[in-house]
């Protein structure tokens, strides 16, 4: 069965810090990737995703993630966090040989102080 | 832009009743998806569709039915509700692709509260 990991539930950090938000994901076979977002009373919408090629992909908003086969992680960046990026947080897989059914991480709580 | 759209956004239904949630997709998608949000659990999936009259369980599918008989619709049924189902119910469509390689779009989630 996949799983999907992110290691932090609650970050904590000042505007113009540098972010990174872990995600592990466990799953043998060939998988798809995503990052989403929920701003506060919003539904969750794509912040980034991959599927194949280049294991570095851009998204919306300054956000990067980078896909390490090895390491079966799919971590998100931002060099310099805003206030508007407090949020919570969703990595999750989709396993391309199981119907593309997603399994999505607990979430990880942004809030960026002013 | 895609708008998938749930009939509420707060429902308070008392133990026991048979409740039905709603859930309705403008952009012919394919796959359609029930998740259940809990603080801390992050979102676990009730069931999926991925076709008409086409269901399959995902994680937790105890105590809950879904029909799809139209591509647009896809319902959650809670047989007999119980005061465990108190939580967030989002439901999600996306393009069928391959392997699932298509991003999932929200609606903005039913609070069901189950006194």
């Known amino acids: 069965a996949q799983s999907v990991s992110q290691h932090n539930h609650h970050v904590i950090l000042s505007e113009a810090a540098s972010l990174e938000l872990g995600c592990n994901y466990s799953?043998?076979?060939?998988?798809?990737l995503f990052w989403y977002v929920q701003y506060p009373g919003q539904h969750l919408q794509l912040l980034l995703k991959?599927?194949?090629?280049?294991?570095l992909v851009k998204g919306i908003k300054g956000f990067e993630a980078e896909f390490i086969k090895s390491k079966f992680s799919f971590n998100l960046r931002k060099p310099s966090v805003q206030w508007s990026d407090t949020a919570e947080y969703f990595c999750?897989?989709?396993?391309?040989?199981?119907?593309?059914?997603?399994?999505f991480g607990d979430g990880t709580t942004l809030t960026v102080k002013p | 832009d895609v708008k998938v759209t749930q009939s509420s956004r707060y429902l308070v239904k008392r133990t026991g009743e048979k409740v039905f949630l709603e859930c309705v997709q403008d952009?012919?998608?394919?796959?359609m998806f029930w998740y259940r949000q809990d603080p801390g659990l992050g979102l676990r999936l009730i069931y999926f569709?991925?076709?008409?009259?086409?269901?399959e369980k995902g994680d937790i599918p105890e105590g809950y039915s879904v029909s799809r008989e139209k591509k647009e619709r896809f319902s959650l049924i809670l047989e007999s509700a119980s005061t465990n189902q108190t939580s967030m119910y989002l439901c999600?469509?996306?393009?069928?692709?391959?392997?699932?390689?298509?991003?999932?779009?929200f609606g903005d989630g039913t609070r069901l509260s189950i006194l």
């Open positions: 569709s991925y076709d008409v009259k086409m269901k």
């Open positions: 952009m012919d998608h394919e796959n």
């Open positions: 799953y043998g076979g060939t998988v798809n």
């Open positions: 999750a897989v989709n396993a391309r040989t199981n119907a593309g059914k997603s399994t």
């Open positions: 991959y599927f194949s090629g280049d294991p």
């Open positions: 999600a469509s996306r393009p069928g692709g391959e392997g699932g390689n298509q991003p999932q779009h």
